[in-house]
């Protein structure tokens, strides 16, 4: 079976949807079939994205991209800085 990715705004629209009807008393696995996903996942989504909103969501994943590229840029100033080190040391 090939799996399928939700974007966030898919993923909390369902979980919107599960919320509705688990509060009408349907069970967690009725649920899980309805929406065409696993109990784990249902349970992962909403550890994740339990209480988001749709524009919380997308300026989440704003900011985890803006932390990537941050991340990279430090990673290649510390390998420049290791570089110019070891030539200045003549180790080159």
Same mark, same amino acid.
């Given at each position: 079976?090939?799996?399928?990715? #939700? ?5 909390? !629209?369902?979980?919107? =949807?599960?919320?509705? =009807? ?5 069970? @967690?696995?009725? @649920? ?9 996942? #249902? #349970?992962?989504? !909403?550890?994740? #994205?339990?209480?988001?909103?749709v524009?919380?969501?997308? !300026?989440?994943k ?9 991340? !990279?840029? @430090? ?11 070891? @030539? ?5």
């Amino acid at each position: 079976m090939a799996r399928k990715k #939700y974007s966030p705004e898919q993923v909390i !629209r369902m979980l919107r =949807e599960a919320e509705v =009807e688990l509060a009408q008393g349907v069970a @967690v696995d009725a @649920v899980c079939k309805k929406l065409g996903i696993t109990k784990n996942t #249902y #349970y992962r989504w !909403r550890k994740e #994205y339990g209480g988001l909103k749709v524009d919380q969501a997308k !300026r989440l994943k704003e900011l985890e991209q803006e932390n990537a590229r941050l991340k !990279r840029l @430090v990673a290649d100033k510390e390998l420049d800085i290791a570089i110019l080190r070891e @030539v200045a040391e003549g180790n080159f």
